[in-house]
């Protein structure tokens, strides 16, 4: 076996040695944090480590990726290097949050779960962030921007470009 | 391992000595400073934490002067929050600037800062305990979040917890822990209210030795932060409450299973466990009681549906996360096939304390059939958006008005959402009735885990229906078509009535739809799905016709129903031209200015920037 991998060029094997290392006897059942380290180790899920883990973990490919696309945290394609996360919960709802999202797709030209083509930035929505007392809120990487308006997102856009 | 303490505890003595010793040390320090590190990071706690450390240290006081990194304190509205004790000052909005005017004035002189404290009823009010807020409160299950660093287990131990656990192992047998907490009437606070003792003595009464334990944290409803806020601020309650429901039904195994997208919370049970087990309270022979039991922490996906019980068992099992039906129930087969309980975070939070003052004490709190406390995250438009605990019975009114200060901007109340996407909108005739799991189920909402989001005016009640519908739509796993389809159906039909091409008999086709969902989905999240819909239709009615028939959108959020355009009023500032994202407004400076319709994306960017009142829709 080689060191890198396949179709996609410049995969390295090492990150899933390591996992599948550190996680001894792992069968069908520890298939989420596999999938949950995979993705932090390689940034998205390379189709080609996927079929890597089937064969060495002798979970069947079918289930690795109806696991891998039933999971709304799990992705296929790279990611862009920033990412927007606008929540879309009750309590941002009623706060403005339709307008904050609408602000983003204009200002970045995409859609939730697109990547712009530049590979800056990918957009998307989550159920609720659970700060509620920062609504209508967004996240971009780790960083927190409440009480928006949609006025306000140009300018936040602006700072990770 | 705990600095003086390096031996496992492996007695009720010796956690009891620890807490006595550790309640000593806590004496030497004259001031304790509290930050919130959790929920109050996202507007800059650390920062201030951080100068605060730099000046006490600067000027010696850091040996009398503990700062301490707590969780949630609960009124999230005035974040970044901090509270003094002894003196009980509450500040607000602080920033590292304020730092050492709080220093001088609060930490040396003993006097309030009224710059910082909230305002009530037009006054400065700086001590927590003439609050609103706080005073009408019954924070029991919350006495500890925000009052202690929870990574620091020496402070939880300090308050007195793990020592009922302790005591529990030593003292009882597992059948009285489970009798106590069936007389103490409480009750699954997920949302769907199953008495939590009669759930252990199933688990415990089905056959075979291998038994699991499941924490559900996957706090999944919009607009629901308390498990978030527990997890984060006093894990301690949680495991405690896990190590005595274990033992009573027979568990050596355990999980909490918790949203990826609480990365605090992940982080502060990973160092609640870890100190928890180098102490001997988790593991083998816990506190030497001759029990064994560990937890594990394992994190959701990002599936929604996992926080129904046996589509979270799948997941944990490695599976897609896709329901299974019930019978048979978790109790008999569970987590691989063994018998299984699962309670929610704020359920085991609620088990120490239950045990540690008896289940006739927690009795006498609540209603007739809702006994104790509910946690509430109050959002949406009121002014105090928090982490509220309640007694069971408590009215919205108190709620919102008493406790929340109202709404915003004066405006008028028009609904409270309880229960998420299966919960549904409380109208202001209900506000005098008092809030248990029964009482609310009577009038269309659930009490569901504790989301509570308030609705003004200018909130649209279809747009809200659609809004849940559209989540569940989204979030359903696809298994069984009632859910699949009938959700997608209902969703077509909704979308139409915003959009204003909706006909009267389509309403009867949304009704009839929600009762075949409600009735024929395989599990709890679509045969609850129907119900946004179903308590606005009751409720607010008016307003789906005035769509349907008037084509307009009172609560003016519904775009298709909305023509954006400039009144004569107009004063020509440009500042509505400015913002426009699209280039729909054109005008000279000082000239009427006007919008194409063609262009206009009906944003709402230049009604809110307006100042003279002059864009209308």
Redesign the interface.
Same mark, same amino acid.
């Given at each position: 076996m080689g060191d890198s991998v396949g179709i996609e060029a410049g995969l390295k094997l090492g990150p899933l040695d390591e996992i599948l290392a550190s996680m001894p006897g792992v $069968? =069908?059942? /520890?298939?989420?944090?596999i999938?949950?380290q995979v993705q932090k180790a390689y940034g998205h899920l390379p189709r080609a480590i996927l079929m890597e883990v089937s064969e060495r973990t002798g979970?069947p490919a079918s289930?690795i990726f $109806?696991?891998a696309t %039933? !999971? #709304?945290? %799990?992705h296929l394609e790279p990611h862009g290097r920033h990412i927007v996360r606008c929540c879309?919960? &009750? =309590?941002c +709802?009623?706060?403005g949050g339709p307008?904050i999202a #609408?602000?983003i797709r +204009?200002t970045l030209g995409i859609e939730p779960g697109e990547t712009t083509e530049d590979m800056c930035f990918t957009f998307e929505t989550?159920?609720?962030? $659970? &700060?509620? %007392?920062?609504?209508p809120?967004i996240m971009v990487n780790n960083d !927190?921007y $409440?009480n928006l /308006? /949609?006025?306000k997102i140009k300018k936040i856009l602006e700072k990770y470009t | 391992m705990i600095p003086m303490f390096d031996k496992k505890i492996e007695s009720l003595n010796d956690i009891e000595q620890l807490r006595k010793r550790l309640h000593g040390e806590r004496q030497s320090y004259k001031t304790r400073v509290l930050i919130c590190m959790t929920g109050c990071r996202a507007l800059g706690a650390q920062d201030v934490a951080a100068q605060l450390r730099k000046k006490l240290k600067s000027l010696s006081l850091d040996e009398e002067v503990a700062l301490v990194e707590a969780g949630c304190i609960g009124i999230c509205a005035i974040a970044p929050v901090l509270l003094i004790e002894p003196h009980g000052y509450l500040y607000g909005g602080v920033t590292p600037e304020d730092v050492d005017e709080i220093i001088s004035t609060s930490i040396q002189q003993g006097k309030a800062v009224e710059r910082l404290a909230l305002i009530q009823n037009g006054k400065s009010a700086p001590c927590i305990d003439e609050i609103d807020f706080y005073k009408k409160q019954n924070r029991s299950v919350l006495e500890n979040c925000g009052r202690i660093d929870p990574r620091r287990i020496e402070d939880a131990i300090e308050r007195g917890e793990y020592v009922t656990a302790i005591k529990t192992l030593s003292e009882k047998e597992p059948q009285q822990v489970i009798d106590e907490v069936t007389q103490s009437g409480l009750r699954g606070r997920g949302g769907a209210g199953f008495p939590t003792g009669v759930k252990w003595g199933f688990c415990r009464k089905s056959p075979g030795g291998e038994k699991y334990l499941i924490c559900n944290a996957d706090e999944g409803d919009p607009g629901a932060f308390m498990d978030r806020a527990l997890l984060e601020g006093d894990p301690h309650s949680v495991i405690e409450g896990m190590i005595i429901a274990a033992y009573a039904i027979g568990a050596s195994r355990g999980f909490i299973y918790v949203r990826a997208e609480y990365p605090i919370a992940v982080e502060h049970i990973n160092i609640a466990l870890r100190q928890a087990r180098s102490l001997g309270l988790l593991g083998k022979n816990i506190g030497g009681a001759g029990f064994d039991f560990d937890i594990e922490v394992r994190m959701g996906a990002g599936a929604f549906v996992c926080g129904e019980e046996t589509a979270l068992i799948a997941s944990l099992e490695g599976k897609r996360g896709m329901p299974t039906s019930r019978p048979p129930f978790p109790a008999v087969r569970g987590y691989r096939e063994k018998p299984t309980n699962i309670n929610n975070v704020e359920t085991f939070a609620n088990v120490p304390l239950i045990i540690r003052n008896g289940a006739d004490w927690y009795n006498q709190i609540g209603t007739e059939k809702s006994k104790g406390t509910k946690i509430f995250a109050l959002a949406g438009k009121v002014n105090n958006t928090g982490l509220v605990e309640v007694p069971m019975g408590a009215t919205l009114r108190e709620i919102i008005f008493g406790i929340g200060g109202g709404i915003p901007k004066g405006r008028r109340f028009k609904a409270a959402q309880m229960g998420g996407p299966s919960g549904g909108c409380i109208p202001a005739k209900y506000l005098d009735n008092g809030i248990d799991y029964d009482s609310v189920q009577e009038i269309g909402a659930i009490m569901g885990s504790g989301g509570l989001i308030v609705m003004d005016e200018d909130t649209c009640m279809v747009d809200v229906a659609r809004y849940f519908l559209q989540f569940v739509q989204s979030e359903s796993c696809g298994k069984c078509t009632p859910c699949r389809v009938g959700t997608k159906k209902m969703l077509d039909i909704l979308g139409a009535i915003c959009e204003g091409r909706a006909k009267p008999e389509d309403i009867e086709t949304l009704e009839q739809l929600a009762a075949d969902v409600q009735q024929a989905s395989l599990c709890g999240l679509g045969q609850t799905a129907p119900s946004p819909v179903l308590s606005t239709l009751a409720n607010f009615k008016d307003e789906y016709m005035q769509h349907v028939v008037e084509k307009k959108c009172p609560a003016g959020v519904c775009k298709s129903l909305l023509r954006y355009a400039i009144l004569e009023v107009c004063t020509g500032c440009g500042v509505c031209k400015k913002v426009c994202p699209v280039g729909a407004i054109s005008g000279e400076t000082k000239e009427l200015h006007r919008i194409d319709p063609d262009v206009c994306t009906k944003c709402g960017q230049c009604f809110e920037v307006c100042r003279f009142g002059a864009v209308a829709r």
């Open positions: $069968g =069908a059942e /520890s298939l989420v944090p999938l949950q979970i289930r $109806g696991v %039933f !999971y #709304e945290q %799990f879309r919960g &009750t =309590a +709802h009623v706060r307008g #609408e602000a +204009h989550v159920a609720c962030l $659970g &700060t509620c %007392f920062l609504a809120v !927190y $409440g /308006s /949609s006025r | -």
